[in-house]
């Protein structure tokens, strides 16, 4: 196809293909942009025009893009097996990738459920969880309720947005969803400037989530016999804008759901896989769940891949003659792909050799320091980070002022993808200081040349 151009192929983009989470409308006078190339942290269009990946490609790339290591171990994989249905075969990768995984995991975590993205894992587990109860006590009142947080985001599938609770996506489809119950998330930021808690996730005091825990209790207190399972996101609610609570609370909270005999899920598929700061979050929180969901990272942002890894406790109470009706009939087409398993044996091992997770807690302390000089800005508020995540929200009344700043971002070599009055910076893990301070000057002058 000759004289390859930005404009050309966001014509023809346009012509056929509906994109996600957009208002194509907004396209007509803002052009879509198609990428020719990247490397490391840095995307290339078909004008010559560069951007750094400040949101990871959705938070998925954490080793940059075109990662050699990465490359090698797809392209050797290919070379011998590319994909096989996983009811009653296996392969390689998927069984080296489960040990390792396995490995990394607290106890019990011993057994891994595979799909192949986000929200076919929480389905996942929202139906293990319900089906776990069925199969033990199959003559009691079933437990047919979930519990989440507000503020929560779990994904768009029918399940996973039952258990969310952000109206944008939600409400058009409450019609068709199952029962969930919601409790309060703490939300220790009063709205005052200055008032920054930087690390919400460190803060111990009660009295940040005291009133929470209560709420809690008394949902637990009415509905704790009908729940089946607690599903929360760990540390940070991501899609909630960016929204960072406390580990303290994450703990009572899952004691008190376990005391009602009320199954965990801990949706890490946005901060696993080092983005917390450790690992995985629930090293952080003290508490290790009867479900973990991963994905996002898995693969450090090559092909989609996701597990739920949950235990050999959980996995007897499906074991059984095929007649008992006790079996979990759950599956993706695509589920364990061989090339996907390749690329996140080669994330483990990037993680396993160079001490990323080390490196990464220096890296963010050395970002964050940076991240604080928008604080000088009157229309920074709320300035906070944990792990490799930092944001802040603009204190602006204008309606979508993150549109506004992502289109001039865009121009000035930066891609931003503001949450509504959100930003935030989720870069990949090889970024450099010298690259982090580049994003975070270029933010400052948007933001005092649009909102000043």
Same mark, same amino acid.
């Given at each position: ?9 966001? =014509? ?14 907004? &396209?007509? @006078? %803002? ?22 990946? *400040? +949101? ?31 009811? !009653? ?11 390792? /995984? ?13 799909? @192949? ?43 996973? /947005? ?5 109206? /944008? ?44 825990? &209560? ?22 609610? *991501? ?16 004691? /008190? *759901? ?14 696993? %896989? !080092? ?9 952080? *929180? ?11 990272? +898995?693969?450090? !942002? ?27 009939? &759950? ?30 807690? =220096? ?15 009157? +229309?920074?508020?709320?300035?906070? &980070?944990? !792990? ?6 603009? @204190? ?57």
């Amino acid at each position: 196809m000759p004289n390859l151009s930005n404009h050309t192929l966001s =014509a023809l983009d346009l012509a056929h293909i509906w994109h996600p989470c957009t208002q194509m409308k907004d &396209h007509e @006078d %803002f052009p879509i942009v198609p990428i020719k190339s990247a490397k490391g942290v840095y995307l290339y269009d078909f004008d010559g025009s560069s951007y750094i990946d *400040c +949101i990871s490609s959705w938070w998925v790339n954490l080793f940059g893009h075109c990662n050699a290591a990465i490359n090698a171990a797809i392209t050797n994989q290919l070379n011998e097996l590319e994909h096989i249905l996983l009811a !009653g075969f296996s392969h390689k990768p998927i069984i080296d990738l489960s040990q390792r /995984l396995c490995a990394l995991l607290p106890h019990p975590l011993n057994k891994c459920f595979y799909a @192949d993205n986000g929200s076919s894992a929480i389905e996942i587990a929202l139906k293990m969880s319900f089906h776990y109860h069925h199969n033990l006590h199959r003559k009691s009142p079933p437990r047919s309720k979930f519990l989440a947080l507000s503020n929560a985001y779990h994904g768009e599938t029918i399940g996973a /947005l039952s258990v969310g609770d952000l109206g /944008l996506y939600k409400h058009t489809y409450a019609p068709i969803l199952l029962s969930c119950l919601s409790v309060p998330v703490p939300n220790v930021f009063d709205g005052t400037k200055g008032a920054s808690l930087h690390a919400p996730a460190e803060l111990e005091d009660e009295s940040y989530y005291e009133r929470e825990l &209560h709420a809690l209790e008394s949902i637990l207190s009415r509905y704790g016999e009908e729940i089946c399972a607690f599903i929360l996101e760990p540390l940070v609610q *991501c899609a909630g804008n960016m929204h960072i609570y406390p580990k303290a609370f994450i703990k009572k909270a899952c004691e /008190l *759901c376990r005391s009602y005999g009320i199954l965990i899920i801990f949706d890490e598929i946005a901060v696993g %896989f !080092g983005r917390s700061g450790s690992m995985f979050a629930l090293e952080q *929180c003290g508490i290790t769940p009867d479900f973990l969901c991963l994905s996002k990272g +898995i693969t450090g !942002g090559y092909l989609p891949l996701s597990v739920v890894v949950t235990s050999d406790e959980i996995y007897q109470a499906f074991y059984a003659p095929y007649e008992s009706g006790k079996a979990f009939l &759950h599956s993706h087409s695509y589920t364990g792909n061989a090339l996907a398993c390749a690329a996140a044996n080669a994330v483990l091992d990037i993680f396993a050799t160079q001490n990323i997770i080390e490196q990464n807690r =220096a890296l963010s302390r050395a970002i964050f320091a940076l991240w604080q000089e928008l604080e000088e800005l009157n +229309i920074v508020k709320n300035l906070r &980070h944990c !792990g490799m995540i930092f944001a802040f929200e603009i @204190d602006s009344s204008t309606p979508r002022a993150g549109v506004e700043i992502f289109r001039a971002a865009l121009a000035k070599g930066l891609l931003l993808r503001p949450l509504g009055h959100t930003i935030y910076f989720m870069p990949p893990y090889i970024i450099t200081i010298e690259e982090a301070r580049f994003v975070v000057q270029t933010l400052k002058e948007i933001l005092q040349a649009h909102f000043a």
